[in-house]
C-alpha cells in the first residue's frame, strides 16, 4: 500500500445514543474480516464506548478466548487548555498525531465521534473521505439533518449539522481531494414494518436529493448488538449462531460494509 493511503471513515451525528460506536465497532469488525488492517481513534473520551469495547475484546482472547482480529486503536482527550487557540491547536495536534501514527500501516482508520459538537468532532469531518451518519427511526433524529415536513416532506430548514458537513465537503474540495461520501445509515429499527418507519423513509429520500447523502439500509433492533459487549466479539466473530435472527443480524452488518463502497 502506498504511503498515506488509509481510507478515513467518520462514524458521526450531532445526537447522543444514534448508534454510532455500536456500528463503528461493527464495521470494525466487518473490515477485519475482509483482512483489512485497521485502526480506530476514539474521540470520545469521556464514554470511550469503542475503546472499551475493543479492551473487552483484548480480554476476551487474554482469558483464554479463541483468536480475533484486532484493530490498533487510540482515545483523543479533548483539550483542556482555557484558551480556545490554544484548546484547538492542541486538539489539532493530538489528532495529526494519531492519524501519523496510523495512516502507513493500516488500509482503513475509523474515527468514532461523540454525540455532541467538539472541535475534534469537526476536525474529524473535515477529514472524512466517507462519513457514516447513523440515524434512527424517529422525526427527531431527521431533524439533526433537516426540517422535513411530515405531510408533503418538502424540506424546509437545513440542520447546524447539515451545514457543518458541507463547509467540510467544501474545504475538502478547495484541498484538491475527492469528494466525501457521506452515508446515512438507519439503526435501531423497529422490526415491524411500521407507519412511521414508512414515513421516516420518505422523509429521507425528499433530503438526500437536497443535501446529497447516500441513504442505505442499516440494522435493526436486536438484543445481539448490544448483548456482546462485555465479551468484546460481535456477531460477525460468532462461530456458531443458533437462530434466524442472528442470521439475519449478520447479513445486515455484512450489507451496511458492503455499502460502504470501499472495499
Ligand atoms: N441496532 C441496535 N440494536 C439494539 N441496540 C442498539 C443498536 N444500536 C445501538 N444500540 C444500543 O443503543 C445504545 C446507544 O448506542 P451507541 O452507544 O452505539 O450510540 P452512540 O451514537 O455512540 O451514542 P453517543 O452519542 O452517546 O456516543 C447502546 O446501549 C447500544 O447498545
Ligand atoms: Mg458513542
Redesign the pocket.
Known amino acids: 500500500m502506498e504511503k498515506n493511503d488509509a481510507h478515513i471513515i467518520v462514524l458521526g451525528n450531532e445526537k447522543?445514543?444514534?448508534?454510532?460506536?455500536?456500528l463503528a465497532m461493527h464495521v470494525v469488525v466487518g473490515l477485519l474480516e475482509k483482512d483489512k488492517k485497521v485502526a480506530v481513534i476514539d474521540l470520545?473520551a469521556r464514554?470511550k464506548?469503542v475503546a472499551r469495547y475493543l479492551q473487552n475484546r483484548q480480554s476476551f482472547m487474554a482469558n483464554g478466548g479463541t483468536h480475533v482480529a484486532m484493530p490498533e486503536f487510540a482515545v483523543i482527550m479533548q483539550s483542556g487548555a482555557s484558551v480556545i487557540k490554544d484548546r484547538e491547536a492542541e486538539d489539532q495536534e493530538n489528532l495529526k498525531t494519531a492519524l501519523d501514527k496510523f495512516k502507513d500501516n493500516v488500509d482503513f482508520i475509523i474515527i468514532d465521534c461523540?454525540?455532541n459538537d467538539t472541535y475534534l468532532s469537526r476536525l474529524a469531518h473535515a477529514l472524512a473521505d466517507t462519513l457514516v451518519t447513523?440515524l434512527n427511526d424517529s422525526f427527531i433524529d431527521l431533524d439533526l439533518l433537516g426540517e422535513v415536513s411530515p405531510t408533503d416532506f418538502q424540506v424546509k430548514k437545513l440542520s447546524f449539522y447539515t451545514e457543518m458537513v458541507w463547509e467540510s465537503r467544501k474545504f475538502r474540495s478547495a484541498s484538491g481531494k475527492p469528494p466525501m461520501d457521506w452515508i446515512v445509515v438507519r439503526?435501531?429499527l423497529a422490526s415491524l414494518d411500521s407507519r412511521n418507519n414508512k414515513r421516516v423513509h420518505d422523509a429521507l429520500q425528499a433530503l438526500q436529493k437536497r443535501i446529497m447523502f447516500r441513504y442505505v439500509p442499516g440494522?435493526?433492533?436486536?438484543v445481539i448488538?448490544?448483548e456482546l459487549f462485555p465479551s468484546g466479539l460481535t456477531i460477525l466473530d460468532l462461530e456458531k449462531i443458533n437462530s434466524l435472527s442472528h442470521v439475519a443480524a449478520r447479513q445486515e452488518v455484512r450489507s451496511v460494509v458492503d455499502s460502504l463502497n470501499v472495499l
Not at 16 to 22: F, I, L, R, V, W
Open positions: 447522543g445514543g444514534t448508534g454510532k460506536s455500536t470520545d464514554q464506548s461523540p454525540g447513523p439503526t435501531r440494522l435493526y433492533e436486536r448488538y448490544k
